[in-house]
Structures are given as C-alpha cells and as structure tokens.
C-alpha cells in the first residue's frame, strides 16, 4: 500500500494506492490532516485511467502525405522534433519556439521545463495554464503581502474564525471535503457568507448569501469598506502600525455609498449595511476568494478589494483572520513558483532581477547574461502563434488548450498557423488531436514527485505502480529533448535529484523550500514553505509579526470599478458566466474517461423567467451565442441563478468559444467569468 494524494485538485487529499492483481484500489488515508481521509468521487475513482484503451502507449507522428498519425519510436519522434526546433531555431531565432505548461505538473516538472525553455532551447516564450487560473490573486497578494501563498494558514482555520466571506468560490462542488470547514465552523456559532450570481451547493451552506451581476464583486467590497470608514469600525492602531496606503483607499471608497453599490451589484443596500455591519463587530474575519472573483480583466482589483477590506479590519497576521485565495488545480501553487511563469524563475524570483538571474543561473551552471527575459503571458503567447513575431512552434506538457483557452475558436486557429505543434499527454486530448506529434507521458499513479497543496503545503505524491510500456514521465521527455539540442548541461530524469536542486535554486527566494526533502516530506506529512533549511520548521501561518514588503508593513492598494469588459447590449442582453461541476476536473481530458463518472455533456443553466421569455423548456436545447461563437446545449431551468444570467461549465469543447479573451493588465488573466451573451430557443 503506498500513501500518495489525488491527481486533481489543490486540496491534494491523501488517499492510499493498493495493487489487487492488475487492478489499482484507491482507500482512504485518515491520517494526513487535510482531508482526513474523506475523497470527492473524483478521487475515489482516480484509478479508473489505469489501464483503460484510452491510453497513449506510442509516440505518434503526424504523416505529412495521409495527414493522419502513424505510431514511431521514441528516437524517431524526439529525433524529429529536435531536428525541426534546432531548424527553427537557426532560422528565427530563439523565440521562435514556445513552452506551456500546466498548474497540475509536479514542483519537479515545472522547475525542469523552466529550465529546459531557458537554458536548452534560450527562449523567452513560455508559459502555463495557470495563469488562467490563480493568476490575479497571486498579483494582488504580491501587491498588498509582498508574497503570494493562496492561504497563509493552514486550510483548518476556517474552522476557527467568526465570520468567513467567501467571494466566487463554489467549494462544496469543487473540492468537496474542504465544506466539512464551513459545517464544523456554523456549528461553532460562526457566520458564513457566500458571494456568488449562483446559489450553488456552498451557498446552500451559508447563513448569508448574496446574489451580485457577474463582475461586480469589486463594487461590493467598495461599498463594504465605504460603510466601515464611515461607521469608524476599522482597526485603526493596526491600519497604522503595520500598513501603509490607506488613506488612498478611503478616499477611493467615500463614494460608495450603499444605494449607489445596490445600483451596480443588484445587491440590496440593506444587505450591504448588514454585511458591512457583521463584519465591523467581528473579533476574527476571515476573506477567501476563488476563481469566482478572480477570472475577470479587472480580477486583480477585485481581489485588492477584498484584501483591503481585510486590512481595514486588523485581520491579516491575527490568528483565524486575513484573507486568502482557494487554488484551483493540483499543483496551482507550486506551478506558480518554479520558473514556468513568463516572468520567473525559480523560488518566485522575478525574471528581470539581476541578482535572482545571478542566483539561478549559478545553480543551472550556466552565464546570467545566457538567460532570456521576461516572455509573453498565456494568451497572449498562444494569441501570438504563427504570426511574423509570435512563436512557431510550441510544445505542450500538461494542458488542454483547445478545450480550456478563451475564445478558443481563435486560439485553435493559431494552433493550426504554427509549423510544429508537440503536445505531451496521457490520452488523445483535444489538443493532442491536433498535434503534429503526441508524445505519450505517465500519469500520477505512475511517476513520483512534489506538489503544493493551497495552503502552501509541499507533499509527496508517490510511485505507485509501473508506467504501461512505451510510456515516459515529462522529465524524460524534457531530459531527451534537452541532450538532443545540445544544451550546455545534463538534465536530470531523476525527481528526488530535480528537487533538491530546485531547493538550492529557491534558497533565498520568496518560496524558499532549501531545507524541504522527500524524507522530511514523508515523515512530517507535508512541510509549509517559506522552509528555509533543514532544521527550520516551515511556515504554517505567515505575516503574525510582519508582511515580506521590505518595510515589513502590507500595502493598501486603491482599486476602482470598472465592471465587465463587454456589458450586456440590445444584441447581447445577458451575462455568461463558466464554472465547474461535481463530477469533472478542468477540461475533462482524465474525467470525461473515466467510466464512473458521470458525462452528461455541457448545459446551459437559466432563470425561469428567461426561459418563459424566450420560450426554452428545461432539458431541450438552446443556443447561446457571444461576439465570439455559439454553443448550443439542453438548458436546465433553475430558480438558483440570476434571471440575467447564464450559466456553461467549461469542461466540454464548446464553452471557451463563448468566453472573452479581454485580459487583466496586471496578471495577464482572461475573462473567463463574464462576459455579453444571447440565448434562444
Ligand atoms: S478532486 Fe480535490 S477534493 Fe476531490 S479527492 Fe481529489 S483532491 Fe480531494
């Protein structure tokens, strides 16, 4: 039996693996505090992969006469695609060839493919899916802590707070075992407010629950923070003791008064006062936001909103208090950490630092001066491709472009302009189906490596069975493609080897893991960064005594609403948002096959009003339709949802044709949340 945690999301429960025969059981793992040995059912089947026909057994290489694959050998294919980067590479130059990839790879993978983009291939254009996903928050708590750790406590603190405002987060769908958070911290006699346009299954949880437009949380917190300067039930003696700035952000907020914020939000005045109210009379206040709030042009505002309001409140560094961002996908954390971000390198030092260069560059073995800048962002990298500045060709590892980008239509289209496109994944993906060559690569069961849970707790996923034959892991891909482009240094195929250099390459950095180790790993069932050495004990709780500003002191940061980048309209009267189900993980390329699961397709969820209105009837077709495409899908007539309102989940091919590519100008984050939509019959 081999203690591991899921493939899917960042709660990264424990669970155990067990051979039965050729058959892998998954069992629950009690002892790891996260979960306490409570799954979500995509966890209970994770296994189901294994095995199944779907999966990738052969490299296989597009023929250029048939235009269909045909299977090689692995030195036929990384012969081929190293051939035609060396090519391209000599023809256009470095940045001719692009990297992307994902927040679910390992510490070990995202450090290795940073690396490998910057010292084998010598390009600026890389970046991941998980810019799309936690980005705007990591923004925003950079801006206002001086560091970025979605949760600076441990996840169990929910527990032990007053009063938890939960802004665009659906956890009780999305990681399930996290609610028992929300019942265990009622039962306390605590108070649970739930922001989102739809009242889903966590705000079915909640004591207070308010309905705002989609992209309008940033006016709600104006309006909170307008009633709590007013009514003076701000921490004063700790707004001046340990922040600087807030004298702007009161200015900002004066005039948001709360009839001018029920104007915007939909929200009423009254229940603005009562939030505002219960959250001044609070002795611990706790802030999250999900993606919710987040996947917005203007989702890092949004976010400094809230942080604001936190600090207003004296609650970031108190026990059971601050704000915090729920991470979405496995590795959300770590991904954002490790150097396969467009802007850094490893330890969350920023690419253009000459001394973060220095540090790096010494430890890869390497000349600073050899080392790229700063790249494109995701959708801009993808938007860029096949054009006469934009990359060429572009390898995939650990991401589902073609379902998950927005206006995906449009970004399909500039997969289909590049020269060569190499994706590396389990399964024929979308993505992978338009490949020119599919490298197949293991999965989680399969493989060993690090991953960073929300909380910023760095646990182990352990091997626990043998890889199918003619399969390999992402770093032997990486270490294969590496030696063939004669990068100036070997690359590891060994994880524990990878992590302790990448531990040496984060010494001194924002996310310092110099004193982490498997060992540690395993015997203290995760250990908190900043852990910067081995006999430092980690860091479960961040900023009690001061924030990682220089001046120790947190940033209030003045934000403004500007609503949705695309307004309803006479010909787009209603808003779309996208978001997740129970039963599927991100674009579905591992759910959507796995038998025990449920797939009923995309749906579209409407008010029953709209549906009287447009003459729709609860499960047949409708169409929606946005500046950017249509999607048509049977509709579910619900009472829970905006009647302005639609709702797609985005885990089929067919959502992210609708959603708007406007980015955030600070995180580089697409409007996935909203944007002007028609639906009809
Ligand atoms: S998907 Fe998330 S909540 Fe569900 S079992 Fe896996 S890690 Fe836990």
């Given at each position: 039996?081999?203690d591991?945690?899921?493939?899917?999301?960042?709660?990264?429960?424990?669970m155990?693996?067990?051979?039965?025969?050729?058959?892998?059981?998954?069992?629950?793992?009690?002892?790891?505090?996260?979960?306490?040995?409570?799954?979500?059912?995509?966890g209970?089947?994770?296994?189901?992969?294994?095995?199944?026909?779907?999966?990738?057994?052969?490299?296989?290489?597009?023929?250029?006469?048939?235009?269909?694959?045909?299977?090689a050998?692995?030195?036929e294919?990384?012969?081929l695609?190293?051939?035609?980067l060396?090519?391209?590479?000599e023809?256009?130059g470095h940045?001719?060839?692009?990297?992307?990839?994902?927040?679910?790879?390992?510490?070990?993978?995202a450090?290795?493919?940073?690396?490998?983009?910057?010292?084998?291939?010598?390009t600026?254009?890389?970046?991941?899916n998980?810019?799309?996903?936690?980005?705007?928050?990591?923004?925003?708590?950079?801006?206002?802590?001086?560091?970025?750790?979605?949760?600076?406590?441990?996840?169990?603190d929910?527990?032990r707070?007053?009063?938890?405002?939960?802004?665009?987060?659906?956890?009780?769908?999305?990681?399930?075992?996290a609610?028992r958070?929300?019942?265990?911290?009622?039962?306390?006699?605590?108070?649970?407010?739930v922001?989102?346009?739809?009242?889903?299954?966590?705000?079915?949880?909640?004591d207070?629950?308010l309905q705002?437009?989609?992209?309008?949380?940033?006016?709600?917190a104006l309006?909170?923070?307008?009633l709590?300067?007013?009514g003076?039930?701000?921490?004063?003696?700790?707004?001046?003791?340990?922040?600087?700035?807030?004298d702007?952000v009161r200015?900002?907020?004066?005039?948001?008064?709360?009839?001018?914020?029920?104007?915007?939000?939909?929200?009423?005045?009254?229940?603005?006062?009562?939030?505002?109210?219960?959250?001044?009379?609070?002795e611990?206040?706790?802030v999250?936001t999900?993606r919710?709030?987040?996947?917005h042009?203007?989702?890092t505002?949004?976010?400094?909103?809230?942080?604001n309001?936190?600090?207003?409140?004296g609650?970031?560094?108190?026990?059971?208090?601050?704000?915090g961002?729920?991470t979405?996908?496995?590795?959300?954390?770590?991904?954002?950490?490790?150097?396969?971000?467009?802007?850094?390198?490893?330890?969350?030092?920023?690419?253009?630092d000459?001394?973060?260069?220095a540090?790096?560059?010494?430890?890869?073995g390497v000349?600073?001066?050899?080392?790229?800048?700063?790249?494109r962002?995701?959708?801009?990298?993808?938007?860029?491709?096949?054009?006469?500045?934009?990359?060429?060709?572009?390898?995939?590892?650990?991401?589902n472009?073609?379902?998950?980008?927005?206006?995906?239509?449009?970004?399909?289209?500039?997969?289909?302009?590049l020269?060569?496109?190499?994706v590396?994944?389990?399964?024929m993906?979308?993505?992978?189906?338009?490949?020119?060559?599919v490298?197949p690569?293991?999965?989680?069961?399969?493989?060993?490596?690090?991953?960073?849970?929300l909380?910023?707790?760095?646990i182990?996923?352990e091997?626990?069975?043998?890889?199918?034959?003619g399969?390999?892991?992402?770093?032997?891909?990486?270490?294969?493609l590496?030696?063939?482009?004669?990068?100036?240094?070997a690359?590891?195929?060994?994880?524990?080897?990878?992590?302790?250099?990448?531990?040496r390459?984060?010494?001194?950095?924002?996310?310092d893991y110099?004193?982490?180790?498997?060992?540690?790993i395993?015997?203290?069932r995760?250990?908190?960064?900043?852990?910067?050495?081995?006999?430092?004990?980690?860091?479960?709780r961040?900023?009690?005594?001061?924030?990682a500003h220089?001046?120790?002191?947190?940033?209030?940061?003045?934000?403004?609403h500007g609503g949705?980048?695309e307004?309803?309209?006479?010909d787009y009267?209603l808003?779309?948002?996208t978001?997740?189900v129970l039963?599927?993980?991100?674009?579905g390329?591992?759910?959507r096959?796995?038998?025990?699961?449920?797939?009923?397709?995309?749906?579209?969820?409407?008010?029953?009003?709209?549906?009287?209105?447009?003459?729709?009837?609860?499960?047949?077709?409708?169409?929606?339709?946005?500046?950017?495409?249509?999607?048509?899908?049977?509709?579910?007539?619900?009472?829970?949802?905006?009647?302005?309102?639609?709702?797609?989940?985005?885990?089929?091919?067919?959502?992210?044709?609708?959603?708007?590519?406007?980015?955030?100008?600070?995180?580089?984050?697409?409007?996935?949340?909203?944007?002007?939509?028609?639906?009809?019959?």
């Amino acid at each position: 039996m081999t203690d591991t945690h899921c493939p899917y999301c960042s709660l990264q429960c424990g669970m155990t693996l067990t051979r039965r025969g050729r058959a892998l059981e998954v069992g629950s793992w009690p002892e790891f505090p996260v979960n306490e040995g409570a799954l979500c059912r995509k966890g209970w089947s994770a296994a189901g992969l294994r095995g199944s026909r779907e999966r990738l057994t052969s490299p296989l290489v597009r023929d250029r006469s048939s235009g269909e694959f045909r299977p090689a050998s692995w030195n036929e294919a990384l012969d081929l695609v190293a051939a035609r980067l060396a090519t391209l590479r000599e023809s256009d130059g470095h940045d001719s060839v692009a990297v992307f990839g994902g927040g679910g790879l390992t510490n070990e993978k995202a450090y290795q493919l940073g690396k490998f983009a910057r010292v084998a291939l010598g390009t600026s254009q890389i970046d991941y899916n998980g810019r799309w996903c936690m980005s705007s928050a990591a923004s925003a708590g950079n801006q206002a802590f001086g560091v970025d750790r979605g949760l600076p406590f441990p996840l169990a603190d929910v527990e032990r707070t007053d009063v938890l405002v939960l802004v665009g987060s659906n956890l009780a769908e999305t990681m399930p075992p996290a609610a028992r958070h929300l019942d265990r911290l009622r039962e306390r006699g605590g108070h649970v407010v739930v922001v989102d346009p739809r009242q889903t299954p966590t705000a079915d949880r909640a004591d207070t629950f308010l309905q705002p437009v989609p992209g309008t949380d940033l006016a709600l917190a104006l309006g909170v923070l307008h009633l709590l300067v007013a009514g003076s039930q701000f921490d004063e003696e700790y707004v001046a003791a340990r922040t600087s700035g807030f004298d702007a952000v009161r200015r900002e907020v004066a005039a948001w008064w709360p009839e001018r914020v029920e104007r915007v939000t939909g929200v009423g005045a009254d229940e603005v006062r009562a939030l505002a109210a219960r959250l001044g009379e609070a002795e611990r206040v706790m802030v999250l936001t999900a993606r919710g709030a987040e996947q917005h042009s203007h989702g890092t505002a949004t976010v400094l909103a809230w942080i604001n309001v936190a600090l207003a409140l004296g609650m970031p560094g108190a026990p059971y208090s601050g704000y915090g961002c729920l991470t979405g996908q496995g590795n959300g954390q770590g991904g954002r950490e490790h150097g396969q971000k467009a802007d850094q390198l490893p330890g969350y030092r920023m690419i253009d630092d000459p001394e973060a260069r220095a540090h790096v560059a010494a430890v890869w073995g390497v000349d600073a001066d050899d080392l790229p800048g700063r790249g494109r962002s995701a959708y801009e990298l993808l938007d860029a491709l096949g054009t006469a500045d934009g990359a060429r060709a572009l390898l995939v590892f650990g991401s589902n472009i073609v379902v998950s980008a927005p206006n995906a239509t449009h970004v399909t289209e500039r997969l289909g302009a590049l020269d060569l496109l190499v994706v590396c994944d389990l399964v024929m993906s979308e993505t992978a189906a338009v490949a020119d060559v599919v490298l197949p690569v293991t999965q989680w069961a399969e493989e060993t490596g690090t991953m960073t849970n929300l909380e910023g707790r760095v646990i182990l996923r352990e091997q626990a069975v043998d890889p199918p034959e003619g399969v390999r892991s992402d770093l032997e891909v990486i270490a294969g493609l590496a030696a063939r482009l004669d990068a100036p240094v070997a690359f590891s195929t060994d994880p524990e080897e990878i992590f302790t250099e990448l531990g040496r390459a984060s010494a001194g950095g924002r996310a310092d893991y110099a004193g982490i180790d498997y060992a540690r790993i395993r015997a203290e069932r995760g250990v908190f960064w900043p852990c910067p050495s081995p006999d430092h004990p980690g860091t479960p709780r961040l900023f009690a005594h001061a924030f990682a500003h220089p001046d120790g002191r947190a940033r209030f940061v003045p934000v403004s609403h500007g609503g949705p980048a695309e307004p309803p309209c006479d010909d787009y009267p209603l808003h779309l948002t996208t978001g997740r189900v129970l039963a599927q993980y991100q674009s579905g390329a591992q759910t959507r096959r796995i038998p025990e699961l449920p797939d009923n397709g995309a749906f579209v969820e409407l008010h029953p009003s709209l549906a009287d209105r447009i003459g729709a009837v609860d499960g047949a077709p409708v169409l929606v339709t946005t500046r950017r495409g249509e999607l048509k899908a049977p509709c579910r007539v619900v009472t829970t949802i905006r009647p302005d309102t639609v709702f797609v989940p985005f885990h089929w091919v067919g959502a992210n044709r609708l959603t708007n590519d406007a980015l955030d100008p600070s995180s580089g984050m697409p409007e996935f949340k909203v944007c002007a939509a028609a639906v009809t019959a």
